[in-house]
């Protein structure tokens, strides 16, 4: 009996027990959710939050343009290509006129509405060789930027005052080594070829090699120059016949007819004259002349 009663005695603490773990908790949990439900949350007033908007799939909602809307998209932009190269062809024809003329009138100014930086640089020395050559000053020259430019200014002053003057020492001051020999030949041989030219073999030391052994021909036909000499001061062209040698002959017949023609004022015997610089300067004497 007593076995019985323990036994019942227990059974009722153990539902007592379950009934009590079940009411507690369904207390506290509606405890918690009123808590939570009951208490607001503060938000400061003058926050903004920002408006969400919906997400769009960018595959089915993205733009997408027509082949017209392509195609004029495309003719715009070859279109203001087109216009900025005209544009800069202009501009540049421009510039190239200001650096002729420049170099014609030794006028630095023109060259200031110069845009490109390496023509307006070209035009600034071309100013200065073309005023160098009018004012035959070597000074301008030494101006140029251009080294190569500068020496060409320079070279173009001593050969056209050498020639001038008929100095050969200002030849040698020219750094262009052809030019230089040519304008030192050019100078002592028409030296020997003058009917006033005192007889002294040294000159053609002063010639390169080529030219130092013509130079020495002519002293070695002695005869054929005093014939040449003294056909040019009579004016007597048949005497250049007798001349053995073809340059000096050639040379006889065109000295003496540049001398008839300027004595006779007659172009035509300019027209005989065989050398192609001295019948220019036959020409343009008379042209000048008959004006």
């Known amino acids: 009996m007593k076995k019985n009663n323990y036994l019942l005695l227990m059974l009722l603490v153990v539902v007592f027990a379950l009934v009590f773990i079940f009411v507690f908790k ?10 939570d ?14 408006t969400e908007e919906p997400i ?18 495309e003719k715009k932009e070859i279109e203001d290509l087109e216009i900025k190269q005209e544009a800069e062809i202009k501009q540049k024809e421009i510039d190239i006129i200001s650096l002729n003329s420049a170099g014609e009138t030794g006028k630095k100014e023109l060259c200031d509405d110069i845009v490109d930086p390496e023509l307006k640089a070209k035009c600034i020395d071309n100013s200065y060789a073309a005023k160098a050559s009018l004012h035959n000053n070597p000074d301008l020259c030494k101006i140029i930027t251009d080294i190569a430019w500068r020496n060409n200014c320079l070279d173009d002053y001593y050969n056209k005052n050498a020639l001038k003057t008929q100095d050969y020492n200002l030849c040698k001051k020219i750094i262009n080594t052809n030019l ?47 014939i040449l000499q003294k056909a ?23 000295v003496i007819n540049f001398k008839l023609a ?21 020409t343009t004497v008379l042209n000048n002349i008959n004006k």
């Open 232 to 254: 040019i001061i009579s004016l007597d062209i048949n005497s250049c016949k007798k001349i053995i040698k073809i340059e000096l002959k050639n040379k006889c017949r065109d």
């Open 180 to 226: 230089r020999e040519n304008c030192i030949s050019s100078i002592i041989f028409q030296k020997i070829e003058s009917t006033d030219f005192k007889w002294w073999i040294e000159i053609c030391s002063e010639l390169n090699k080529e030219s130092k052994i013509n130079c020495e021909k002519r002293f070695t036909t002695q005869n054929d120059v005093e």
């Open 26 to 35: 369904n207390w506290y949990k509606e405890k918690w959710d009123i808590k």
């Open 37 to 50: 439900n009951s208490i607001p949350l503060w938000t400061p007033s003058n926050v903004v939050f920002p």
């Open 56 to 73: 769009i799939d960018n595959q089915e909602n993205s733009a997408t343009w027509t082949n017209d809307e392509v195609q004029y998209i």
């Open 262 to 282: 300027l004595n006779l004022k007659d172009i035509n015997k300019c027209y005989l004259i065989t050398e192609w610089d001295l019948k220019t300067k036959c």
